[in-house]
């Protein structure tokens, strides 16, 4: 269900949630929850099915419950649009989880700012922690290593009898580490790995390193 | 006026244009005037058009005595054809009687071509007869006030039904009549059909059973049987014959030969890629048939197509290379000859290109078949004796279609509303909803009103409206919009139009194929070498690329055909007679292919049943041969698989064609085991194919079309660049979500049913295995691939099925590293 790993000195732990925790800072990073989408797509006519809001809220519960994190940095995209009713469930579960939690724009958060400052909630653009960048849009940096989001990345794999599988991923180059999206009911982008790329691959019970062709 | 003054008025205009109306044409008449409704059997060319236009004329001249000085204006009668193509004809057919005649009658076309200012024309005026297609007549009832229009309608006549039963626009066209049944009671409603196997049927689903239209139907037959001769091309030299293959380009010579024999030729591929790859060998090896060639198929402009078919008609075109698009409708008198490229999987539409042909009475039409690869051979022998035969297939009609009841509701909804309890009835009345409860029917008005079977209190769904007197109602504008540019059954993959730099519209082609171009890439789309130049908006930028460029050709998803129950029986007879001396000269040119067959394994006899296995570096293969269609070959791969999973942990990737199907494993499979455990009965047949994976991608892309159909997904507006930010999504998505939280939804279910009923064809699987069972099982272990295998484990299209678990099929895989 998770798998241990260490960048610049500093302890990382991946969760096939598609969460990561940074051990020595007690932070859960997260990215792309795309929170309010099912509700966004219904308030324009598309019925889908309700039960599926709930989901996200659950997922988070369980990666708080697993790691008990001091605090939470969402990289990005954690609404999916405009506000919607959505928004009584986020606040609900910011009250009830007490945590610290930050946020890192992205694309899709295009609600007000004000509106996450009233749930105590501080969002930046982006966010340099000692040799660490976060951000949304994948970016590379000199001297800094990135946690970034937005492509919501996935991989596609080979095997014997002509066997294929398409699965979401970390996917970690030599000075960034990609996240899965977090939430429920996003698409994913399928990427071409290079040599010296690592992936580790998620499903529903775990996380797997993969290994290149030919390696 | 009395039956015979009517009747002498038609007689004299027959007369006047030196014809002498065919029986069924008198037949039809009678029963019209009699106030039946019908089923008409005749096919294209017949003069079927008259058999029922001159009866609607005549009881409008019955009606109006003084029908040469006043007219009585609105609309009359409606003309319903699957083809926006053939309205033109109609029209002009029309026309002609309706002025000869002095009736003083207009005729007018509506369909997705119609310009806006002839709509609302129409609307202020209709004309008195109205040519249209199902989608357009959706959209009439979409439009506020539409009953109006309607309720002095005497006669509904469906064209071309056959292409119709058997489709989700057919259950849109029995939505459309139950409808007008109530708003025009006197309305005679009657279908044209070429020969399908179950007539009857299409009359009863176009009244609806038990009705009281029904009743007082008749179904007449033109019986009018048309010579057709069927010549395979067989080259001198079988050893060249490829094993596999689909394009059937090594005969390339012999149909520039016949090409130049013959008047005019049409070319019929099954594929469009197929239709591009040939067009542009023939102009390659022959120049000189530049100019007088041309192509056709459903990706290609209208503008380009409609120009192709007056070229048809004008006699300036020695060949036309086409697809289906072709194979309906207009009456292309100057074609004397029709090649079929590659097996035509079943006989009605084999007929139905063969009829293509000579069109004038009497003629006899001649159609050439060329089989791609040797095994197609067999089909061409098949096809001949079912042209002998005349054996034809059913069209299976669809039942309770949720996805398009729930359309056609918002389609009410969205014009002047409407009240359940009478619509229910009206539905209840169809052959489709005939067997819909109670429950089906809240759900579906839960469905469109509350977006779900329960309120919740957050929840801001909004689509339909109930209004205080219960009337159900679309109240917001861009609901209706969104709803009325989305609406009609036939979903394609989505498609992005090809223009030039400088403008000037090609056709369309697939977002997938394009999503792998890049800027400069070069491919070749309507005949022409195109050099992309960039992808902006749903548009694809393209100018000409140098005739020396290295090109791919577009392709297209989709469109593979599958073999009939009946071509299937014809295809297993005519490779039984293999074993005998009593051979058909396709099979006589094959018998150094079933030398190298016998070589490694055999040529099944009537009551054997083969199975191959060999190891190759792939891994281990093992080949089945039922001889039953792709369709039924999917579906018992993905049964023996599974079954053969419960054995051991085992994963599978299944390959198939219409000949049989393969297995593939990185591990060995032991056939003595899958014997000695009996795993070919139809016994659990449904319970085994559901907990099959392949059952569940099936439904997948089956849901698809529903999800789009039933208003699930947005689809953006057609050409048109709208901000839709935020409301698209990938339907493979939206079927997973609705597989994990509303496992119960009836859209979803019915992707599950149409998969069973329509695509596995379980009635039929059950027929298989029953055969199967029934015969010897002959397991020939062999070295090599052997020439019955080789088109199958060639095959890349593949599905899979494991009984590993994710974690340990993972760690046997790599990663697709970019090299």
């Known amino acids: ?135 949304h849009d994948p970016k590379v940096r000199d001297g800094l290593f990135t946690f970034s989001g937005h492509i919501h990345p996935s991989v596609r794999l080979i095997g014997k009898g002509r066997q294929f599988l398409k699965l979401s991923c970390f996917f970690r180059s030599s000075n960034q580490m990609i996240l899965p999206a977090f939430g429920e009911f996003t698409g994913t982008y399928v990427m071409q790995p290079k040599d010296d790329d690592v992936v580790y691959v998620v499903t529903k019970e775990d996380i797997i390193m993969m290994k290149a062709d030919g390696k | 006026m009395n039956r015979q003054e009517l009747f002498d008025i038609a007689h004299g205009w027959f007369d006047s244009k030196g014809w002498i109306p065919f029986p069924f044409q008198i037949q039809t008449w009678n029963a019209f005037l009699q106030g039946k409704h019908g089923l008409l059997n005749a096919p294209t060319g017949s003069g079927k058009t008259y058999a029922l236009w001159i009866p609607i004329m005549l009881d409008y001249i019955k009606k109006n005595p003084n029908y040469k ?110 409808r007008l049944k109530a708003i025009a009671p006197k309305m005679r409603i009657w279908g044209i059909s070429a020969t399908i196997g179950n007539l009857n049927q299409a009359l009863e689903v176009l009244l609806g059973p038990e009705s009281d239209t029904f009743e007082n139907s008749i179904l007449i037959k033109a019986h009018i049987n048309k010579k057709i001769k069927v010549i395979s091309i067989i080259p001198e030299k079988m050893d060249t014959y490829p094993w596999r293959g689909h394009m059937g380009l090594h005969l390339i010579d012999e149909v520039a030969k016949i090409i130049k024999a013959s008047r005019t030729t049409l070319v019929f591929t099954n594929v469009r890629a197929q239709c591009e790859i040939w067009f542009q060998a023939l102009l390659e090896k022959y120049p000189e048939f530049a100019g007088d060639m041309a192509m056709h198929h459903g990706s290609i402009s209208r503008e380009t197509r409609q120009w192709v078919e007056q070229a048809i008609r004008d006699e300036q075109l020695k060949a036309v290379i086409c697809t289906s698009s072709l194979d309906l409708g207009v009456d292309f008198a100057p074609v004397e000859t029709v090649i079929q490229i590659g097996g035509p999987k079943g006989v009605a539409r084999f007929l139905q290109r063969a009829g293509r042909s000579g069109h004038r009475p009497g003629q006899e039409s001649v159609i050439y078949f060329l089989a791609t690869h040797a095994m197609e051979l067999i089909e061409a022998s098949a096809l001949k004796k079912a042209v002998k035969e005349t054996v034809v297939e059913d069209r299976v009609p669809y039942l309770n279609s949720w996805d398009v009841l729930v359309q056609y509701l918002v389609t009410l909804a969205v014009s002047d509303g409407f009240y359940p309890d009478t619509i229910y009835k009206e539905i209840k009345n169809t052959f489709c909803y005939q067997a819909m409860t109670e429950d089906n029917w809240a759900w579906v008005l839960n469905f469109i009103t509350k977006g779900s079977q329960s309120l919740e209190a957050y929840d801001e769904y909004k689509k339909v409206e109930i209004e205080e007197d219960g009337r159900f109602v679309v109240n917001s504008k861009t609901v209706a919009l969104r709803h009325r540019m989305q609406m009609g059954t036939i979903v394609g993959d989505a498609v992005m139009n090809v223009k030039f730099l400088g403008g000037g519209y090609i056709g369309s082609i697939e977002e997938w194929f394009v999503s792998k171009l890049h800027p400069g890439d070069v491919f070749i789309f309507a005949g022409r070498k195109l050099e992309l130049y960039r992808t902006k908006n749903m548009e694809v930028l393209v100018r000409k690329a140098s005739p020396s460029a290295k090109a791919q050709h577009a392709s297209w998803m989709g469109g593979r055909m599958t073999l009939s129950a009946q071509m299937s029986e014809l295809v297993r007879q005519e490779l039984y007679a293999a074993n005998t001396d009593v051979m058909s000269p396709e099979l006589r040119a094959l018998l150094p292919v079933f030398k190298r067959q016998r070589k490694e394994s055999i040529v099944p006899d009537a009551d054997e049943f083969l199975i191959e296995t060999f190891k190759t570096r792939e891994g281990y293969h093992t080949i089945f041969y039922p001889f039953e269609g792709r369709f039924v070959h999917e579906a018992l791969a993905s049964l023996m698989a599974y079954r053969i999973s ?64 039933a208003g699930l997904v947005f689809t953006g507006y057609p050409g048109k660049v709208v901000k839709t930010k935020h409301l698209q999504s990938g339907s493979q998505l939206i079927f997973e979500v609705f597989r994990d939280y509303e496992p119960d939804n009836l859209l979803l279910q019915q992707a599950y049913r149409e998969t069973f009923e329509h695509q596995l064809e379980e009635g039929r699987l059950i027929l298989a295995l029953e055969r199967i069972q029934s015969h010897k099982i002959r397991w020939m272990p062999c070295e090599k691939p052997t020439p019955f295998s080789f088109p199958i484990i060639t095959d890349r299209l593949r599905e899979k099925l494991s009984s590993e678990t994710l974690a340990e099929r993972i760690k046997k895989m790599t990663a697709n590293y970019m090299k």
């Open chain 1, 1 to 135: 269900m998770t798998l241990q790993i260490e960048i610049n000195n500093q302890v990382f732990v991946l969760h096939n949630t598609g969460a990561l925790y940074w051990v020595e800072k007690r932070m859960l990073l997260i990215s792309d929850v795309h929170l309010g989408k099912i509700s966004h797509f219904r308030k324009h006519g598309l019925a889908l099915p309700i039960g599926a809001i709930f989901k996200n809220f659950s997922k988070l519960d369980k990666v708080i419950d697993h790691f008990s994190p001091e605090k939470i940095c969402f990289l990005g995209d954690l609404f999916h649009s405009s506000l919607n009713n959505e928004w009584h469930l986020f606040s609900d579960w910011v009250n009830r989880t007490e945590l610290s939690i930050i946020l890192v724009a992205g694309n899709h958060d295009v609600i007000n700012p004000e509106k996450y400052n009233d749930l105590n909630i501080k969002v930046v653009s982006e966010w340099v922690i000692e040799n660490f960048l976060l951000i």
């Open chain 2, 69 to 178: 000085k006043k007219h009585t204006p609105g609309l009359k009668a409606i003309w319903i054809t699957p083809l926006r193509a053939l309205s033109i004809e109609i029209k002009q057919a029309a026309e002609r009687a309706a002025n000869d005649l002095e009736t003083g009658l207009t005729v007018g076309i509506r369909t997705g071509d119609t310009s806006t200012a002839e709509r609302s024309r129409q609307k202020t005026k209709m004309p008195d007869l109205l040519i249209t297609t199902p989608e357009s007549l959706q959209l009439m009832l979409a439009s506020k006030g539409y009953d109006k229009i309607f309720k002095d309608c005497t006669t509904m006549v469906i064209d071309e039904w056959h292409e119709l039963l058997g489709t989700k626009r057919g259950v849109q066209t029995e939505l459309g009549l139950s």
């Open chain 2, 646 to 709: 419960l054995l051991m942990p085992i994963t599978f990737s299944l390959a198939y064609n219409d000949y049989g199907f393969e297995l593939l494993s990185d591990q060995y499979v032991d056939i003595q085991q899958v014997l000695d455990n009996n795993l070919f009965i139809p016994q659990y047949l449904h319970h085994d194919l559901q907990n099959s994976l392949n059952a569940t991608e099936m439904a997948r892309r089956k849901f698809r079309d529903i999800s789009v159909i």
